[in-house]
C-alpha cells in the first residue's frame, strides 16, 4: 500500500522529497506557492496523514500547506542512532524545511510530539514562527512542573520509560503484525477516531518506515539528553511570544487536563480551547471544530 500523498486522492496535492538538515524529508504539500505557509508537524506513532482532515481546508482558506513525514517515520530518513533525535535536530528540520520553501517564517501547528517541536520552534527561534497551533502536548515547562508535582501524571508516563529500554519496544510493538501498536492507537481515542481503512494505511506506514527504532528513538533522545527537554530553553527564556491558539482534548490518556492552563501560562498571547469530550486525537474526532478553530486563529 502506497503511503504518499495518493492516499488522498485529491490532484491539487502532492508528495515530495526535501533534502534538509541533511536528511530526505517526504513532504505532502498544497495549495499556491505564494500562499502564506502552514507547517503542520505529526507526533506519535502517526504520519503526515494525521492531517489529512485539515489539509485542504486550509488550503481552501488561502494558505500553502507543507506537512512533512518527520524524520524516523513513514518516507522520510531514518537516520542511525539516538543523537539524530535531538530537539535541536528536529527543530533544524523544520527551520529548513520552511526555508525550502523560500520562507524566513511560517504559521507552525503540532500535535503530540509535532507540537513539541512546535513549542520549542516558539521559544528558541522565535522569529521563525508567525503564528503557533497547539494539540494535546503541555509547554515544556509545564510539563516539567507536572511530573513533579502530579501523581497521576507520572503514572500516565510509564510508556515513556518503557521506551528507553534497548530492543524490548522495537519487538513488543512490531509483533503480530503491529498489533500492540494499533491497539494503543485505538484505545487512545474514541471510536469515531481511526477506521478500519485508516489504521491498514498507519501499519503500512510502520512497514515504510522498515523499523520502529525512528519512531522510539525521539523518546530515547529526550529521555538519555533531558537538558535538551526538561531543563530550560537554550535560550534562557521558556516564554513564547507568537500568539498561541492550544486545542485540548480533555480525554486525553496519556496527558492531564490541567497541562493546557498550565501551558498557557507560558505564552505572551496565547488562548485554550477544551473539548471535554474527545481524546489526544481531537483534531480527528472533531476535525471541522478543529480547523475552524486553527483557520481563525491564522486569520487574526
Known amino acids: 500500500?502506497?503511503?504518499?500523498?495518493?492516499?488522498?486522492?485529491?490532484?491539487?496535492?502532492?508528495?515530495?522529497?526535501?533534502?534538509?538538515?541533511?536528511?530526505?524529508?517526504?513532504?505532502?504539500?498544497?495549495?499556491?506557492?505564494?500562499?502564506?505557509?502552514?507547517?503542520?508537524?505529526?507526533?506519535?506513532?502517526?504520519?503526515w496523514y494525521g492531517w489529512r482532515e485539515q489539509i485542504e481546508p486550509l488550503v481552501d482558506a488561502g494558505y500553502?500547506?507543507?506537512?512533512?513525514?518527520?524524520?524516523?517515520?513513514?518516507?522520510?530518513?531514518?537516520?542511525?542512532?539516538?543523537?539524530?533525535y535531538r530537539i535541536d535536530d528536529l527543530t533544524a528540520d523544520i527551520r529548513a524545511l520552511i526555508e525550502s520553501e523560500g520562507r524566513e517564517s511560517a504559521h507552525v501547528i503540532g500535535h503530540d510530539w509535532g507540537a513539541i517541536v512546535a513549542w520549542e520552534l516558539g521559544i528558541d527561534y522565535p522569529s521563525v514562527v508567525h503564528r503557533l497551533g497547539i494539540i494535546n502536548v503541555p509547554h515544556p515547562a509545564a510539563f516539567r512542573e507536572a511530573l513533579r508535582s502530579s501523581v497521576e501524571q507520572f503514572r500516565r508516563s510509564w510508556y515513556v520509560f518503557f521506551?528507553?529500554?534497548?530492543?524490548?519496544?522495537?519487538?513488543?510493538?512490531?509483533?503480530?503484525?503491529?498489533?500492540?501498536?494499533?491497539?494503543?492507537?485505538?484505545?487512545?481515542?474514541?471510536?469515531?477516531?481511526?477506521?478500519?481503512?485508516?489504521?491498514?494505511?498507519?501499519?503500512?506506514?510502520?512497514?515504510?518506515?522498515?523499523?520502529?527504532?525512528?519512531?522510539?528513538?525521539w523518546y530515547r533522545a529526550a529521555g538519555l539528553h533531558p537538558t535538551d527537554l526538561l531543563t530550560g530553553s537554550t535560550s534562557g527564556s521558556e516564554q513564547v511570544d507568537a500568539p498561541t491558539l492550544i486545542i485540548w482534548g480533555e480525554r486525553d490518556t496519556a496527558l492531564i487536563p490541567d497541562l493546557a492552563p498550565m501551558s498557557r501560562q507560558y505564552c505572551s498571547n496565547g488562548r485554550v480551547e477544551r473539548f471535554p469530550?474527545?481524546?489526544?486525537?481531537?483534531?480527528?474526532?472533531?476535525s471541522e471544530a478543529v480547523t475552524e478553530l486553527l483557520i481563525g486563529h491564522l486569520q487574526k
Open 163 to 217: 521506551f528507553q529500554l534497548p530492543g524490548l519496544p522495537e519487538w513488543a510493538l512490531a509483533r503480530d503484525e503491529y498489533r500492540l501498536l494499533s491497539d494503543a492507537l485505538l484505545e487512545s481515542g474514541s471510536p469515531t477516531a481511526f477506521s478500519p481503512v485508516d489504521m491498514e494505511r498507519y501499519r503500512a506506514s510502520w512497514r515504510t518506515a522498515g523499523s520502529l527504532s525512528g519512531l522510539i528513538n
Open 64 to 84: 500553502r500547506v507543507v506537512v512533512p513525514d518527520q524524520r524516523g517515520y513513514n518516507l522520510s530518513d531514518s537516520p542511525r542512532g539516538t543523537d539524530a
Open 277 to 286: 469530550e474527545a481524546t489526544h486525537w481531537v483534531h480527528q474526532e472533531e
Open 1 to 47: 500500500m502506497r503511503t504518499d500523498a495518493s492516499l488522498l486522492d485529491a490532484p491539487d496535492v502532492e508528495s515530495t522529497t526535501r533534502t534538509v538538515n541533511g536528511v530526505d524529508l517526504h513532504v505532502v504539500a498544497a495549495g499556491d506557492p505564494a500562499d502564506p505557509l502552514v507547517v503542520l508537524l505529526h507526533g506519535f506513532p502517526d504520519f
